[in-house]
């Protein structure tokens, strides 16, 4: 059971805006940096957003991070079937660990 | 560009070892800190270890403390993972990480390897 909780899955047509959220705890999301990382199927994972809201070189902006409080989330605008992949939030957690979120399966029906 | 490639991994028997590298390119090696992170078949990601970027500060994961050793050789521009007192549940795909920062405890990884296996028989 993961630190940082995610839905499973998640779902959205294309063109449509989907939200992926991440559930912490004041010991980690709630006073430390954020991040999202893109598996695609069988390969590595990627950064997609750092620091709560800051997307690397090459990141489409149709993708953007929050934070607020305890949770953090990521927006998928413009949802595009290459957008198919597992989505991890991860943060570090004063337990002297970093900490994964579950993850989330996107789907684009 | 900025390379990371994992190598050492294989097929092992519990209890026993096996050390994990990872030769990195493409930028200035010591002025970052570095992670192990692994993938069990089918599973989410698992944070397994963190080392500062001089090697002095250093965290474990609780489900691998006191089995592994992480370590780096700056001059090589190499990671390590020496894993002793191997378990089944150790079975995943282990990715060598780079951290955005000189420190383990930033939250994040900016570049990730392919990866290389390690499974564990009983």
């Known amino acids: 059971q993961s630190v940082l909780t995610q839905a499973p899955s998640a779902s959205g047509t294309p063109g449509q805006r989907v939200t992926i959220s991440c559930s912490g705890s004041?010991?980690?999301?709630?006073?430390?940096?954020v991040y999202w990382y893109q598996q695609l199927p069988g390969t590595a994972p990627k950064l997609l957003m750092s620091?709560?809201?800051q997307r690397p070189s090459g990141v489409p902006d149709r993708f953007s991070g929050s934070k607020s409080g305890t949770s953090a989330s990521l927006a998928i605008s413009g949802l595009r079937s290459e957008d198919e992949a597992d989505y991890y939030c991860a943060v570090w957690d004063d337990a002297l660990e970093v900490v994964f979120g579950g993850g989330t399966k996107l789907t684009v029906l | 560009e900025v390379h990371l490639v994992e190598s050492g991994g294989g097929l092992v028997q519990a209890g026993r070892s096996l050390r994990l590298s990872c030769a990195a390119s493409g930028f200035t090696f010591d002025d970052y800190a570095m992670h192990w992170v692994r993938q069990g078949p089918g599973k989410g990601l698992e944070w397994v270890a963190g080392i500062n970027w001089n090697g002095a500060d250093i965290g474990y994961a609780d489900s691998v403390k006191g089995r592994f050793t992480i370590y780096r050789d700056n001059a090589k521009h190499s990671l390590y993972l020496q894993m002793n007192s191997l378990r089944v549940e150790d079975t995943a795909l282990y990715y060598c990480?780079?951290?955005?920062?000189?420190?383990?405890?930033?939250?994040?990884?900016?570049?990730w390897g392919q990866g290389t296996t390690v499974t564990v028989s009983s």
């Open positions: 990480a780079k951290d955005p920062t000189v420190t383990y405890t930033s939250g994040g990884v900016d570049v």
């Open positions: 620091r709560n809201n």
């Open positions: 004041g010991s980690n999301i709630g006073k430390n940096y």
